[in-house]
């Protein structure tokens, strides 16, 4: 099993920036990848950043120049850097794991954190 903790989250004006973290726990598994996904009221989540093992990263067109992503391999935690924050990017961010348990790739997910980018 993967138990992922989220802090930070909070309300930002626009502009401003945040730092929002992760922490997977548990035993039996190996993490591939980590990441950060969004969802917003009535929308579909979807992928913000995402950085495997070997430091590969992948980030959504809009966040890219803007976030910065970024794990401890040995601590299994990943962070988002978040500067110069829109209110579009509005919304609940949750921590992805995808694991190796049991011989399977699996997702595990955080319980989410809100950001608010409001003035």
């Known amino acids: 099993q993967v138990h992922l903790v989220e802090s930070g989250g909070g309300l930002v004006q626009p502009g401003g920036s945040l730092r929002v973290s992760c922490a997977a726990s548990g035993s039996g598994f190996s993490i591939n990848a980590m990441g950060w996904y969004s969802q917003a009221p009535g929308k579909q989540r979807e992928l913000v950043a995402l950085i495997f093992s070997g430091g590969s990263t992948n980030y959504q067109d809009s966040v890219k120049g803007r976030f910065t992503i970024s794990r401890d391999n040995a601590k299994n935690t990943v962070s988002l850097q978040m500067t110069n924050l829109k209110p579009e990017d509005t919304a609940v961010y949750y921590c992805?794991?995808?694991?190796?348990?049991?011989?399977?790739?699996?997702?595990?997910w955080g319980q989410g954190t809100q950001v608010t980018v409001s003035s």
């Open positions: 992805n794991a995808q694991a190796w348990v049991l011989g399977k790739l699996r997702d595990y």
